[in-house]
């Protein structure tokens, strides 16, 4: 006797299939490519009990179905392990740049709250007002100045 072939994508066709049946009929069971992963194994449960009434011949894809999910769980878990650390740096750089701000907000070491810097642009600004040389050298010209007359 042949074995009816039979597609199945839920445990309620498997019984639906089973109960129509008679005693000691055979069936081939296949596995419907959309079906979940969960219903995949919980009907290969159901197919393959001891003495069952079947045979589940989509076992290649049953395992591409249980490789693709420890695949996603490997990389989900992956990812959890990368947020967390990132997490964790965002924190530590929250915490530094607040510590910046309080240091700028209180005028910075040794600076007063209301300094405002100003960029000058061209000759240098400050003057020194110790001039000795300088002066020296404008009474020099001064002098040489007076003798031409």
């Not at 069936?27 to 009990?49: G, K, M, P, S, Y």
């Not at 001891?50 to 990389?75: I, R, S, W, Y």
């Not at 650390?85 to 910075?108: H, M, P, Q, T, Y």
């Amino acid at each position: 006797m042949a074995a009816k072939a039979h597609k199945i994508g839920s445990t309620c066709e498997v019984r639906r299939i089973v109960k129509d049946a008679e005693t000691y009929e055979e069936h081939e069971f296949h596995l419907h490519e959309e079906t979940a992963l969960n219903d995949a194994r919980q009907l290969w449960r159901i197919v393959n009990n001891t003495g069952g009434h079947g045979v589940f011949l989509d076992v290649d894809l049953l395992a591409g179905k249980d490789e693709a999910f420890h695949f996603v769980q490997q990389n989900l878990e992956e990812l959890r392990r990368l947020v967390v650390g990132s997490d964790k740096r965002i924190g530590e750089l929250v915490a530094v740049v607040d510590r910046l701000e309080a240091v700028l907000g209180a005028g910075a070491p040794g600076l007063p709250s209301s300094y405002d810097p100003k960029a000058y642009h061209g000759a240098n600004p400050y003057m020194d007002v110790d001039q000795h040389d300088v002066l020296t050298e404008m009474r020099n010209l001064w002098r040489g100045s007076q003798s031409w007359r």
